[in-house]
């Protein structure tokens, strides 16, 4: 089998801390397509044909992932196939991307939707601070860097601190919720799915800003992105827990530095149906 992934973590890993997971639409294993390594443990990347999705099992254990999300996410020795070199200090450059995100989605969702909106994964909190400027009125913000945290109540933004579905939002509701570059790095899109469903009612929007992957598979990201969507398997989770897909779009790609493999990005707006 073809090996696709040879990479070290200053972190322990041993064969005895993977976890194998199955297809999270069909429950069915899949199919082994390719073999990857990380610290010379040897790990897979599965397919089911069926639902048109790739993810990584065996994979590492949450604590291994704790650890990198925590430790090296700003800092990673291999960019390529996890998180960042290093942190874009450019607040003016993530204020625009922020600004692009918005404008993206916002011909699409109703003025209700404005009434509040729950970023998961807000990082230092752009994205928030500009939907203020669009018309959102109550802004929440949930980030796993303590360091993001930190900057993110500097700037007075109400933030919750750790992984989005350990957090308790007290019977909070949200009109919108929105994640980018999220989705594809949760460890368990049914736990995820069910908890932004528990926070919203018929009508409110769940929109996912995520990569579009591509045949036959991806090359990069391989480490942190647990699970790899295309437009069919985004579609199929979200009718699995009652979100109707209103749309669909391309939302830009993302170029590796030697140029030769890409990610491209699709931002999908769900409305939640009404039969719950
Ligand atoms: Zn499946």
């Known amino acids: 089998m073809k090996n ?17 997971v199955n297809c999270p639409i069909c429950r069915e294993n899949g199919q082994s397509h390719y073999s990857m390594k990380i610290n010379d443990i040897n790990l897979g990347l599965q ?11 065996p994979r590492p254990n949450k604590d291994f992932y704790s650890a990198l999300y925590t430790k090296y996410f700003y800092n990673s020795p291999c960019p390529n196939q996890f998180g960042y070199a290093n942190y874009e200090e450019d607040g003016e450059r993530r204020s625009q991307k922020a600004i692009k995100n918005i404008e993206d989605f916002v011909p699409f969702v109703s003025d209700l939707a404005k009434e509040s909106l729950l970023e998961i994964g807000c990082a230092t909190g752009e994205l928030l601070i500009e939907a203020a400027k669009f018309g959102w009125k ?63 009612d018929e009508g409110d ?13 991806p090359r990069l990201k391989l480490v942190d992105h647990t699970y790899h969507y295309t437009r069919k398997s985004i579609k199929r989770i979200f009718e699995k827990y009652n979100y109707a897909v209103k749309e669909i779009l391309y939302t830009g790609t993302y170029t590796s530095d030697d140029g030769e493999n890409r990610i491209i990005n699709m931002t999908v707006i769900g409305v939640k149906n009404g039969n719950n």
């Not at 929007?205 to 598979?217: D, N």
């Open 205 to 217: 929007f769940l929109i996912y800003r995520l990569p579009e992957t591509e045949q036959p598979g």
């Open 138 to 200: 109550e802004l929440c913000g949930v980030e796993i860097d303590p360091k993001c945290c930190e900057t993110c109540r500097d700037k007075k933004i109400n933030i919750y601190e750790g992984f989005f579905e350990d957090i308790n939002f007290n019977n909070k509701k949200f009109k919108s919720i929105f994640a980018d570059n999220v989705f594809e790095h949760v460890l368990n899109p049914d736990l995820f799915m069910e908890k932004c469903s528990s926070l919203q």
């Open 47 to 57: 397919y089911c044909d069926r639902d048109d999705l790739w993810w990584v099992s």
């Open 4 to 20: 696709i992934l040879d990479v070290r973590f200053p972190e322990e890993l041993n064969s005895q801390n993977l976890v194998r």
